[in-house]
């Protein structure tokens, strides 16, 4: 794998596999993984001191506009100019972030999946320590929820400037506040903790209250941002599956509405599916292309709402995404790509989301391609030890065609590992 890296591409192949698979088994056949502790203890202890000596704080991919050189300045007022600081900060394989003022912080959803990560550790090493952890994170991401005239959200720790839209700091959005929710989900079960269930549940009156973008008698989509027209799959399809998880904890009125709610968002995205299994981003004429860790996020989706809802109406779209995701996601060594049509960057947010993916498969006998899931898992653990610093035990952002790009990033890069690692324990 680490010579494949080397090799500038020349052995990576983009073009689509042409193995023929099989039809999918109704009960799949369940084979080893080779992601598990024995194997992955280690990195993810590395992973560990890194991130605690940093106190889980740090910088992020599209913190630019944190940057105290220009933000009191007219050029800050520019979308375009906001627009290029972000793809500065986030392109430059140097971080020139101490030039530009740019300091690092405490990101909500790295936090929250840091969270569930400790969670993780607790369960499978019963070690106080984690649990330690776990409560510290659960206070710090009480303490900087966003209250709503409805319910709780979570928002980025920078402005954000979208394509579409510019996102002042101390917006909520979908994505964070989903999984911000999830954690106080996962918290709640694993400590009984009233409190954390309350905010879990306020997370889901907001969602119903201001992030409802589009409805009809059929179908319904999610926004991303309160106010904003987008229409992005994975965050549509991230509200449906938290509703779903919320589902118990509210009263049998509220869970026929709910339920009604969940299955025509997930209506909605899965009309969109191409014929083949390919799953655009979104909507927009400029969200149309088709990447791997975002199709990796709506097979997740899709498999909560089916074990939680006890549904088989999107099993066989299910199906029809994985085959495509497995085929023509990865190269035929197992490398991830980041398209459909290309593989570079070969990226760490992409690398956990693959992990987490194939454990959820797993663990929800799912899993209906089992060689090909377990030829995937070889190669993501080979990724696991080329992507680590050695040294410092944090993760590389991204291998381009020619060169790395080794800045170490808390949310995309030490987080999502942290969360991938410890869900195969």
């Known amino acids: 794998m680490r010579k494949l890296l080397e090799d500038n591409g020349s052995n990576l192949g983009v073009e689509p596999l042409n193995e023929q698979w099989p039809e999918p088994m109704e009960e799949p056949a369940i084979l080893p993984s080779c ?19 940093r106190n889980y704080e740090g910088i992020d991919l599209f913190d630019g506009l944190n940057s105290l050189l220009f933000k009191f300045t007219p050029l800050y007022q520019s979308r375009l100019f906001r627009l290029a600081l972000i793809q500065f900060c986030k392109l430059s394989p140097i971080n020139f972030r101490p030039l530009l003022l740019v300091k690092g912080g405490f990101n909500p959803k790295a936090g929250a999946l840091f969270l569930m990560g400790n969670l993780n550790l607790f369960r499978s090493t019963g070690q106080e320590v984690y649990a330690n952890d776990a409560y510290i994170l659960f206070q710090r991401l009480k303490h900087i929820g966003i209250p ?13 400037q979208a394509r579409a839209f510019f996102v002042p700091q101390g917006t909520p959005n979908m994505v964070t506040s989903v999984y911000v929710g999830r954690a106080l989900l996962d918290y709640h079960h694993q400590f009984n903790d009233a409190e954390a269930l309350q905010m879990a549940i306020q997370i889901s009156a907001f969602i119903l209250d201001e992030m409802i973008q589009y409805e009809d008698v059929t179908t319904l989509c999610f926004n991303y941002i309160p106010g904003q027209n987008a229409e992005v799959h994975n965050a549509n399809l991230l509200a449906a ?35 083949d299994g390919a799953w655009p981003y979104g909507t927009k004429p400029f969200h149309r292309w088709v990447d791997n860790f975002h199709t990796g996020f709506n097979i997740e989706s899709l498999v909560t709402i089916s074990v939680l809802l006890e549904t088989d109406e999107f099993i066989p779209i299910l199906m029809k995404v994985l085959e495509y995701y497995l085929m023509h996601l990865f190269t035929e060594e197992g490398i991830p790509k980041y398209y459909n049509q290309s593989v570079y960057p070969i990226d760490v947010h992409v690398l956990a989301e693959a992990i987490v993916v194939f454990q959820l498969l797993r663990n929800c006998n799912m899993a209906w391609f089992p060689v090909r899931i377990l030829k995937l898992e070889r190669a993501m653990l080979d990724l696991v030890d080329v992507f680590q ?12 065609y020619r060169s790395w790009n080794k800045i170490s990033y808390m949310r995309w890069g030490q987080a999502w590992m942290f969360y991938a690692l410890s869900s195969c324990l």
Do not use: C
């Open 35 to 53: 992601l598990h502790q024995g194997t992955l203890m280690q990195p993810l202890q590395k992973l560990i001191r890194y991130v605690r000596d």
């Open 241 to 275: 599956s938290y509703l779903a998880q919320v589902l118990p904890y509210v009263s049998p009125e509220r869970q026929a509405e709910m339920r009604q709610k969940v299955l025509k968002s997930t209506r909605f995205s899965v009309e969109d599916i191409k014929v």
């Open 148 to 160: 709503r005239k409805v319910g709780l959200g979570w928002g980025y720790n920078f402005d954000w």
């Open 389 to 400: 610093d050695p040294e410092k035990g944090y993760f590389y952002y991204q291998k381009t």
